[in-house]
């Protein structure tokens, strides 16, 4: 259940300070959303058969997180936001769970500047399968999916570090454009509109809960590395600090079941408003 953390950029302010960034926006408040744990409902699963059965199926799959980088004059958060389908499944008397990721939205908290993926790098993810661990935990059904490194861009051995080498012969184009690595847009101002060419090592877990209507909602973790193979111009060449914001209020994971027949990334996002609830937004220092 992650993304969770789909081709993140995050630009140091000091380049462009024209734009804006001497009053970034804040984090809005947390938690985004406000996920209620009643007490388990008489309806809930008794036992280990009855939840893997109660959670496995097909999901619309939510999630957002959240990054800061203070190295930056002024610091540069970010909120990435990936949708896709989840699939839990059961195999030998164990769930596994299976992520494809179909598109993906940035929003920077730097007045002026602004990201973009494309579709074709979001869905280029392939995270591995996994083991879910299923426990009851105080009344509710809880569900950890474990990190399972998973590389983009560069071809290698997941569970070792990222490569840092521009000159790197294992680099792919997964999205097919004919650059290294994963391409993403970036405007500052319109004054910079250009591209940047970066690798990725996907490595994020969840931890979630199952609720009363069949909904399973909790949130990322999220350890992914990055680095900047190149850009179309030499202002964007910058490799950042970034990390993920510890608060899990701010890193939410939303898994909704849909009917199998909803399979496509053109009937999600078709369905976004009335599965999800609205994008997070930066707001007014202050307010």
Not at 78 to 96: A, E, H, N, Q, W
Not at 243 to 271: F, K
Request: with cysteine; net charge negative.
């Amino acid at each position: 259940m992650r993304t969770p953390a789909i081709a993140m950029l995050v630009i140091s302010c000091s380049a462009w300070a024209m734009v804006g960034c001497s009053k970034p926006l804040d984090w809005p408040m947390s938690p985004l959303y406000g996920f209620q744990e009643p007490s388990a409902p008489e309806s809930f699963p008794e036992d280990y058969q009855a939840a893997l059965e109660a959670v496995a199926g097909h999901y619309a799959h939510y999630d957002v997180v959240a990054y800061e980088d203070l190295s930056t004059r002024t610091p540069m958060r970010t909120f990435v936001i990936s949708y896709g389908f989840t699939d839990l499944f059961v195999r030998d008397g164990k769930l596994f769970q299976s992520d494809r990721f179909c598109h993906a939205e940035q929003k920077i908290n730097q007045r002026g500047v602004t990201s973009t993926f494309r579709d074709s790098s979001v869905q280029a993810i392939k995270p591995r399968v996994a083991e879910v661990e299923l426990r009851l935990v105080e009344g509710r059904w809880r569900l950890y999916r474990p990190e399972t490194p998973t590389l983009l861009g560069i071809a290698g051995d997941p569970s070792l570090p990222l490569p840092k080498d521009p000159y790197d012969p294992n680099f792919t184009d997964p999205d097919e454009d004919g650059h290294p690595g994963v391409t993403v847009g970036i405007n500052i101002g319109n004054v910079v509109d250009g591209e940047i060419y970066i690798t990725r090592r996907e490595i994020y877990s969840t931890r979630a809960t199952l609720n009363a209507d069949g909904s399973i909602t909790g949130s990322v973790a999220d350890r992914s590395e990055q680095f900047v193979i190149g850009a179309s111009m030499a202002i964007l060449r910058q490799e950042s600090n970034a990390s993920q914001v510890a608060d899990p209020g701010l890193n939410p994971v939303i898994l909704v079941p849909v009917d199998d027949s909803v399979d496509t990334c053109e009937e999600l996002m078709a369905l976004r408003d009335r599965l999800f609830p609205p994008e997070p937004e930066f707001v007014e220092p202050g307010l």
